[in-house]
């Protein structure tokens, strides 16, 4: 497999208009040539921690096992993820910029009007159920109602961790070897990951198949769009923060 981790002979693969540090990495060899047993160890590693997330449980307050499901859930993928690209794990990471943050906040906006609306649309056409982390926070002090709100921004950061690896290991193999272009590429990986992030929803919602791909696949690719316009995973965390916060901070407000 280190074969597969090469050194890119140029940059004449990236897009026109997009620097080649703020271009979707890899897909066209830059900064390295990855292949597909690389990308296989990174998605296997998204699932480990995914599956961490979901079955590890901690003695004690909620927000305890939320936190310790979340350092499984962003780092067992991480791990992962800088082994099979030494050196370039950062390329999803960069630091924000003011123009960043109000893309941010942007973006949280739209994320919520959308959800608004496909919460409407679910309702229409199946028994939705709600998030029980609604009811939890509502039976809690203040003391852990704080502490849940910040286990979740880590959580958060693990759900982002859990989308934008495959989205990008679905984009390398969408230009790599479907031949296809970076556009429609891209198109593909993002509705994928969406449907895939809406599936590990299920458990949540009952089950419920229809309100998790019209409520939580519409969301994310809202979310993702994010990291997509940005190429930048701090602006898709921090949406999915602040959106979080605020459809679970509205009711305790109300109430």
Known sequence: MAASLTPAASQEGVAPHATPERDFPFYNGVPVQVGGGRWALVVLGVLAGAAADLLVDVPGPGWLSVLARAALFVGIPLVVYALAVPGHWRTIFHRMTGREVLTMLGFTALSLVVSSIAGVIAGLVTQTHANGMGGVLHGMGIGDRIMTFVSMVPQLLGEEI?????????????????????????????????????????????WNIVQCLIIIGSARLVLSLAYLVTKNLWVSTGTHVLGDWTLFAIPLLVS
């Open 162 to 206: 859990f989308t934008i690896l495959p989205l990008l290991a679905v984009l390398w193999f969408a230009v790599t070897k479907l031949r296809l272009p970076r556009t429609a590429a891209v198109v593909i990986a993002w509705v994928v990951t969406a449907v895939l992030f809406a599936l590990i929803h299920l458990p949540t919602y009952g």
